[in-house]
């Protein structure tokens, strides 16, 4: 959904000029609204631009009242009637700038110093490859040099618990994470994560060894702000070969030890007495699926699977010491930190090793468990989905489109709603996209040509209610508003 009005006002209290402005560069000011957001009495004159019609014709997809209005097409009478009518009224939530992202970051050093929670950084990877305007076959001191300059920059605008996510190939992988650690500094490291961009199928390199990744170096300020966002998908056969054992009856319990602790609660020990297992039957299971499916939710609130303790863990490894095979026990206590801390706990042992209840990670949702799990440093192809990469923001933009889950993911993990994200290479605008989509504040820089087909024509569809990429996770359905700044001189006219 769009941003709320309280959310909107906070954005220009908040920054002394919202969006930076840049026309002092030679850059043009335009910006984008929708059609229900024009003013009444103008609303006819602004349908009836030809250059506006022609456009909807394109995006014939969205509501009327969803239609992006342009200004650059509005000319300088009626783009001013509607500045004028609009006034205070035109809330800007984030700006596309088609510069030189150094003259940017040179622009905003006093404005946003200290304001910015995230940068991503995608620069050309400096693989001799033509990468549209950016020169992409430097020498690599030349190329380290270059994003010393941008790194270098970008750490005073960061609030205190502000991140960086860069993203780069193995070539320059890690001569980077040495500049970064550098600059940045080692301590504010968090991971250096694998990113699975595409399947071995059908790449056609020549290597024995098939190159599928890229990574993402992350950094932060503050590492406790960071969001625990993990990931979902439905339950699989993999994960229900883990989690095939039913309580069905706990039985009576009786206790049979009092455990003191460093609480003033001693943990109680119980030993269950006619319980009954069951296993869930997995065989012949593509024929059986619906059954299978069936039979997991029916029984979900009691599902488990048993695992070893953690070595680390003296006191439960006492506890378990203590128990006999084939028999069922349960532990009350009161954890000392963590997140049940001061709240009593139960915990269940069977075979002498702990029960993990399958509820505890995943949810039912429409008719199928959804399985939450934590993130690792690698992020595979099923996590990041991608097979309707290219139409993805309704533009073109072949071979170096991020896809909008992996934004969406980078963005959940290091922001939060009404967050300032910047992304100094644009391209074809997913930053700032997905960025919209999830309430943030958003500034995203490109100079290439492709500036008005690629990031500002993606921006409009984002406005307009683009259903594509994470807007079905983001509850999208259009609005807001957005400015972008482009040469003079490319205008078109009324």
């Known amino acids: 959904m769009g941003r709320t009005e309280p959310e909107r006002n906070s954005i220009a209290a908040e920054l002394q000029s919202w ?7 030679k850059l043009y000011l335009e910006f984008c609204i929708t059609l229900d957001a024009v003013p009444q009495q103008l609303a006819h004159l602004v349908a009836a631009v030809p250059a506006m019609v022609s456009e909807w014709s394109s995006r014939s997809s969205h509501r009327n009242s969803d239609c992006p209005v342009d200004s650059r097409h509005l000319g300088a009478q009626l783009k001013a009637r509607l500045l004028n009518e609009l006034q205070s009224d035109l809330r800007i939530d984030g700006a596309l700038y088609n510069c030189d992202n150094i003259t940017f970051l040179d622009t905003i050093q006093n404005s946003l110093k200290g304001k910015v929670r995230l940068f991503y ?3 050309p990877y400096n693989t001799g490859n033509t990468h549209y305007s950016y020169k992409d076959n430097f020498e690599r001191s030349e190329w380290l040099s270059m994003m010393e300059n941008v790194v270098s920059r970008v750490v005073p605008l960061l609030t205190t618990d502000g991140s960086i996510c860069l993203s780069i190939d193995d070539s320059e992988m890690p001569y980077l994470r040495m500049l970064l650690d550098r600059i940045v500094g080692e301590k504010y490291f968090v991971a250096c994560v694998a990113y699975e961009r595409s399947g071995s199928a059908g790449l056609g390199q020549g290597s024995v ?22 990931y979902e998908r439905p339950i699989n056969r993999e994960v229900m070969k883990r989690y095939r054992k039913v309580l069905v009856d706990e039985g009576q319990r009786r206790l049979i030890k009092e455990i003191e602790t460093q609480t003033d609660f001693p943990a109680r020990l119980f030993e269950h007495d006619g319980f009954q297992i069951r296993s869930i039957s997995l065989k012949d299971f593509e024929q059986r699926r619906s059954e299978i499916d069936s039979q997991y939710i029916d029984s979900f609130d009691k599902i488990f699977r048993t695992q070893n303790v953690q070595k680390e863990s003296s006191f439960q490894s006492s506890i378990i010491a203590g128990l006999s095979k084939e028999t069922l026990y349960s532990l009350e206590y009161v954890p000392q930190r963590g997140k049940y801390k001061d709240s009593q706990k139960t915990l269940y042992y069977f075979n002498r090793e702990l029960c993990a209840w399958l509820k505890d990670s995943s949810s039912v949702r429409d008719g199928t468990i959804i399985k939450r799990n934590k993130l690792t440093d690698f992020w595979s192809h099923a996590e990041i989905p991608k097979a309707d990469l290219a139409n993805e923001g309704g533009v073109l933009f072949s071979r170096s489109k991020k896809p909008e889950h992996l934004l969406y993911r980078l963005l959940a993990l290091t922001t939060e709603s009404g967050d300032l994200v910047i992304d100094l290479f644009a391209g074809s605008g997913t930053t700032a996209a997905v960025a919209h989509k999830m309430s943030r504040r958003w500034l995203a820089v490109e100079r290439g040509d492709y500036f008005l087909d690629c990031p500002v024509s993606r921006l409009k569809n984002v406005v307009g209610g683009d259903p594509t990429g994470v807007s079905k996770l983001s509850g999208w359905r259009g609005g807001g508003a957005f400015a972008y700044y482009h040469p003079m001189g490319s205008s078109e006219p009324g």
Not at 19 to 25: G, K, S
Not at 209 to 230: A, C, F, P, Q
């Open 19 to 25: 969006p930076p402005d840049l026309t002092d560069q």
């Open 121 to 123: 950084i995608d620069p």
């Open 209 to 230: 060894i098939l190159n599928t990744k890229e990574y993402i170096l992350i950094y932060s300020l503050d590492k406790r702000k960071l969001n625990d966002v993990g």
